[in-house]
């Protein structure tokens, strides 16, 4: 039986056809590693990998290759094929360093030059592995890290408003763009405070006001809303009003409140000057279809994402979207009314659509903000580490919740090996990280 999708979207975000086949040679040249050559048995387990991909997807949200190979792996171990799946893990090594090799040119789709700028930061500070990070913290050198943590935060921020002065006579706006949780609004403000030193008037203008109501999104079965597009945004009012900014005009923003759902009646009067630099502060702030009022002379672009560079004690890098789920679970229950819970159950819109509508655009980005902070993860885990065993026990059996039950057995054993950072008043009032966990001297919310 053929599943209810055709198609898989790839690293890069585009689209290719679905081919079962290239699981069961997967699963085959994993097991053949360790001395097993059974065509059959690897049939199987393909047919099993493919019925559990049937019940999370569909043809309109068909699954990553991430996904897929999460479900390989958990077939194998549910099936009692542990020293397999090891095989299977050291394949998908092997292939990611190949296709590393292969597409080095390909910069514009892998930040391959801040990657190694966060890694050679951790290992001059000595935190690229989770056994360095917490013989550190357990050194007595937690300050020295958060300081120095901040500290390489802020010369990025130097460097990108060095980079808008730059281009300051053609520009009339300034795009924070980049995945759910990943700083654009403390950044934002960070860059308006460096702007305003110089002299120039910068005013801040969130995009998020111009979100549809809630109930016009997308329902799934669950009763859960994707409101992750950027069709999710009012288009046509952001670039009219976009279009009349840039011509030195005033308009009435809208208001959205995010505890209810809707845009508001209350509209605020937004009349910057002609010589002031309006900041965008914006999920999709790369696509296409969000600023095509303007030229793009007149914007600079900024992308912003958590590119830690942190091992595991599993030997695999941190993912860099597990960072930005756990900071926006704390986030959406301090100021959205979301449980953790409904936040993780979200995940799979917001990923989606970070791989159709955020990272395919990446090249557009005049300037690349790393926000990823060496501490956080320790900081994390005191917040919300006692939540995972429940989830897992929750979902553990359902069918239904396999992407889910995958992404939360890799996060708890993740904050399971680190140390927990228990004193908050070692970060900064002003740090990025506050945003999401409070006391932020910003407002932020």
Same mark, same amino acid.
């Given at each position: 039986? #053929?599943?209810?999708?055709?198609?898989? =979207?790839?690293?890069?975000?585009?689209?290719?056809?679905?081919?079962?086949?290239?699981?069961?040679?997967?699963?085959?040249?994993?097991?053949?590693?360790?001395?097993? $050559?059974?065509?059959?048995?690897?049939?199987?387990?393909?047919?099993?990998?493919?019925?559990?991909?049937?019940?999370?997807?569909?043809?309109?949200?068909?699954?990553?290759?991430?996904?897929?190979?999460?479900?390989?792996?958990?077939?194998?171990?549910?099936?009692?094929?542990?020293?397999?799946?090891?095989?299977?893990?050291? +394949?998908?090594?092997?292939?990611?360093?190949?296709?590393?090799?292969?597409?080095?040119?390909?910069?514009?789709?892998?930040?391959?030059?801040?990657?190694?700028?966060?890694?050679?930061?951790?290992?001059?500070?000595?935190?690229?592995?989770?056994?360095?990070?917490?013989?550190?913290?357990?050194?007595?050198?937690?300050?020295?890290?958060?300081?120095?943590?901040?500290?390489?935060?802020?010369?990025?921020?130097?460097?990108?408003?060095?980079?808008?002065?730059? !281009? !300051?006579?053609?520009?009339?706006?300034?795009?924070?763009?980049?995945?759910?949780?990943?700083?654009?609004?403390?950044?934002?403000?960070?860059?308006?405070?460096?702007?305003?030193?110089?002299?120039? #008037?910068?005013?801040?203008?969130?995009?998020?006001?111009?979100?549809?109501?809630?109930?016009?999104?997308?329902?799934?079965?669950?009763?859960?809303?994707?409101?992750?597009?950027?069709?999710?945004?009012?288009?046509?009012?952001?670039?009219?009003?976009?279009?009349?900014?840039?011509?030195?005009?005033?308009?009435?923003?809208?208001?959205?409140?995010?505890?209810?759902?809707?845009?508001?009646?209350?509209?605020?009067?937004?009349?910057?000057?002609?010589?002031?630099?309006?900041?965008?502060?914006?999920? $999709?702030?790369?696509?296409?279809?969000?600023?095509? #009022?303007?030229?793009?002379?007149?914007?600079?672009?900024? +992308?912003?994402?958590?590119?830690?560079?942190?091992?595991?004690?599993?030997?695999?890098?941190?993912?860099?979207?597990?960072?930005?789920?756990?900071?926006?679970?704390?986030?959406?229950?301090?100021?959205?009314? +979301?449980?953790?819970?409904?936040?993780?159950?979200?995940?799979? +819109?917001?990923?989606?659509?970070?791989?159709?509508?955020?990272?395919?655009?990446?090249?557009?980005?005049?300037?690349?903000?790393? #926000?990823?902070?060496?501490?956080?993860?320790? =900081?994390?885990?005191?917040?919300?580490?006692?939540?995972?065993?429940?989830? =897992?026990?929750?979902?553990?059996?359902?069918?239904?919740?396999?992407?889910?039950?995958?992404?939360?057995?890799?996060? $708890?054993?993740?904050?399971?090996?680190?140390?927990?950072?228990?004193?908050?008043?070692?970060?900064?009032?002003?740090?990025?990280?506050?945003?999401?966990?409070?006391?932020?001297?910003?407002?932020?919310?």
């Amino acid at each position: 039986m #053929s599943p209810p999708f055709q198609h898989i =979207v790839k690293r890069d975000g585009t689209v290719a056809p679905f081919n079962a086949e290239k699981i069961t040679v997967a699963v085959y040249k994993a097991a053949a590693a360790i001395g097993g $050559h059974d065509r059959a048995l690897s049939e199987r387990i393909s047919r099993q990998v493919v019925d559990a991909l049937s019940i999370l997807y569909s043809e309109s949200e068909p699954p990553m290759v991430e996904d897929i190979q999460d479900v390989v792996e958990r077939t194998l171990i549910k099936n009692g094929f542990a020293d397999t799946a090891k095989a299977y893990i050291l +394949y998908r090594h092997e292939r990611a360093r190949m296709r590393k090799s292969r597409d080095e040119h390909k910069l514009e789709l892998v930040p391959y030059k801040a990657m190694w700028h966060a890694l050679d930061w951790a290992v001059e500070n000595e935190c690229e592995t989770v056994a360095k990070l917490n013989a550190l913290l357990r050194s007595g050198r937690q300050k020295q890290l958060i300081e120095k943590s901040e500290e390489r935060y802020e010369g990025i921020l130097d460097a990108a408003a060095r980079a808008i002065l730059e !281009r !300051r006579s053609e520009l009339r706006f300034v795009i924070v763009a980049g995945p759910s949780s990943s700083g654009k609004t403390t950044t934002t403000l960070k860059l308006t405070e460096r702007l305003e030193r110089e002299g120039i #008037s910068v005013i801040p203008m969130a995009l998020d006001n111009y979100f549809f109501d809630l109930e016009k999104h997308p329902k799934d079965d669950s009763g859960d809303y994707d409101f992750e597009t950027p069709e999710a945004m009012d288009l046509p009012l952001i670039n009219e009003q976009l279009a009349t900014l840039d011509q030195g005009g005033a308009i009435e923003m809208p208001t959205y409140d995010f505890k209810l759902g809707v845009r508001t009646q209350h509209t605020t009067r937004f009349a910057p000057s002609a010589s002031s630099l309006i900041l965008l502060d914006t999920l $999709h702030g790369l696509y296409d279809g969000l600023t095509a #009022s303007v030229p793009d002379e007149r914007k600079f672009r900024i +992308y912003i994402e958590t590119i830690s560079q942190l091992k595991t004690t599993e030997g695999r890098y941190v993912r860099w979207t597990d960072i930005r789920l756990l900071r926006r679970m704390i986030r959406d229950s301090m100021h959205r009314s +979301y449980c953790p819970e409904r936040t993780i159950l979200h995940w799979h +819109y917001v990923r989606r659509s970070e791989l159709k509508h955020i990272i395919p655009h990446q090249s557009r980005a005049d300037f690349l903000v790393n #926000s990823s902070l060496a501490y956080e993860l320790p =900081v994390l885990k005191k917040r919300l580490f006692h939540f995972f065993p429940d989830f =897992v026990k929750k979902w553990g059996q359902d069918e239904k919740r396999v992407e889910e039950v995958i992404r939360v057995e890799r996060i $708890h054993r993740l904050l399971d090996s680190l140390d927990t950072i228990e004193d908050d008043s070692l970060i900064p009032q002003g740090s990025l990280l506050r945003e999401f966990i409070g006391g932020s001297s910003y407002a932020v919310h």
